[in-house]
């Protein structure tokens, strides 16, 4: 169970590698007082429900910083496949490598076994607000199900 609205969200510090650049450091309190946080747990990286879902924010990123959100991608793939898999399909935000599993498990999101490829986060998506509580928690039914990202919007345009 994800964990739920009205929570303290848990922090992390995640290793990010942007496309060419060097790996940096990816954490939630750096936007603590300034922004609003989208947090998408995704399953793996060079798959088709995923690829679709990361392209489709990429293409409607500019909707989330009007609404003064960061949007953050978080998988247990290294942060070098998701940079690979980031240039190859033009992924332009945000992806935190969560190797260690530990994230998803502070979230409420982490999948035993994914038809038998072993542990990984469920698709899942949270609005953490600028004070650090969630918002908006939801996990799909099925990895190949997308969140709600209307609700997503609808949830950061009341927090302006």
């Known amino acids: 169970m994800p964990i ?3 929570s303290k969200a848990p922090d992390f510090t995640l290793k ?13 309190s750096a936007n603590a007082g300034s922004k609003n946080t989208v947090i998408l747990f995704f399953p793996l990286a060079y798959t088709g429900v995923c690829t679709t ?6 293409a409607g990123l500019s909707a ?5 959100a960061d949007v ?3 998988s247990v793939d290294s942060p070098f496949s998701q940079e690979a898999w980031a240039k190859e399909n033009n992924i332009g935000i945000t992806l935190a490598s969560d ?3 530990t994230t998803a498990a502070d979230y409420g999101v982490l999948l035993d076994d994914l038809g038998g490829f072993g542990s990984t986060s469920a698709r899942a998506a949270f609005v953490v607000d600028k004070e650090g509580s969630v918002q908006y928690a939801e996990q799909t039914e099925t990895p190949k199900d997308l969140p709600n990202f209307e609700a997503i919007k609808e949830t950061l345009a009341k927090l302006q």
């Open 16 to 28: 990010s590698k942007p496309v060419g650049g060097d790996p940096k450091d990816v954490s939630l």
């Open 99 to 101: 190797l260690n599993k």
């Open 53 to 58: 879902e990361m392209c489709d924010i990429t």
């Open 64 to 68: 989330y910083s009007d609404l003064n």
């Open 72 to 74: 953050i991608a978080i």
């Open 4 to 6: 739920e609205v009205g």
